[in-house]
């Protein structure tokens, strides 16, 4: 699988990604618990340590996106490292909180759900011992974050550890420009704007794709969409745009998306929201 295909359906690769680690996760755990049990006859039934680490883990699953959002608004840079630490540090309060209350919940319903009762224990003590492996947890998927996308970035030939751009303007000011100034493996790069295929969000970056190469834009979407002409070039989703001259076939979908197929053989999401500007363009 090249990069390029890769970053085409992204997406479905991390959410599968993320999917597989919390099910080796609660496989792990539980197996753990298991043999504790019976190594030192507890007595508990099998299902009860399966429940413990699965409430767990899927509550952190579904709170998962709440550490993407508060890391888009709160971003770690190296400019202000001490201040994104501090602020996520006080995050993982509210973040623990809601996971407790979340797995205690499940635990409950399912223990009555078996005739039972579930006994958390003793509310201030058990809140601190849970506060201090959700302070791990949550800095360990922070860190998982930030190596992929290191690792992302590095593929891509942009080698900031936090996501530091390099130093310099963003982009060239010339309106329309027939040339967009690119640094990529601290070398810079002319990049032919009618070259470019389409273009996609990474972070603080946008992807041009030219042919089979990737070259990361420090700017945003919207500014380099409102700098591009607007003949070539249609924007057809909140993360994506493509170039008109590369559009091999239009698929429609169901849910009243659609899905742009480029003459590269590469497959472009449309929005909904986009798709009517898209379809004025092709007029």
């Not at 996106?65 to 400019?79: A, Q």
Request: aromatic content about 12%.
């Amino acid at each position: 699988m090249t990069l390029q295909s890769y970053l085409s359906r992204r997406r479905v690769f991390e959410v599968g990604f993320w999917g597989l680690f919390f099910l080796v996760q609660w496989m792990a755990q539980s197996a753990v618990v298991l043999m504790e049990n019976a190594r030192l006859n507890l007595g508990f039934a099998p299902w009860m340590p399966l429940l413990w680490e699965g409430s767990s883990l899927a509550v952190q699953a579904a709170l998962l996106p709440v550490v993407l959002h508060w890391d888009s608004r709160f971003p770690i840079r190296t400019g202000g490292l001490k201040r994104g630490l501090a602020i996520h540090a006080l995050l993982t309060v509210p973040w623990s909180l809601i996971h407790v209350l979340g797995m205690v919940a499940i635990r409950e319903l399912a223990y009555g759900l078996q005739d039972s009762s579930y006994d958390f224990g003793h509310w201030p003590s058990e809140l601190f011992y849970e506060y201090l492996k959700d302070f791990r947890a949550y800095a360990g998927y922070l860190s998982l974050i930030y190596l992929y996308r290191f690792i992302l970035l590095r593929l891509q030939g942009e080698a900031s550890l936090l996501g530091r751009p390099d130093e310099g303007e963003p982009v060239e000011s010339v309106e329309r420009p027939e040339r967009l100034l690119v640094k990529k493996f601290g070398k810079e790069f002319l990049v032919n704007v009618k070259d470019i295929e389409w273009a996609e969000v990474a972070g603080n970056y946008v992807n041009l794709h030219v042919g089979n190469r990737i070259y990361p834009l420090r700017d945003t979407l919207s500014n380099l969409y409102r700098r591009l002409d607007p003949d070539k070039f249609v924007r057809v989703h909140r993360s994506y745009l493509v170039n008109l001259d590369s559009v091999a076939e239009i698929e429609p979908l169901e849910t009243g998306d659609a899905r742009i197929h480029l003459t590269s053989r590469i497959q472009v999401p449309v929005s909904r929201r986009y798709r009517e500007s898209l379809r004025n363009c092709l007029a």
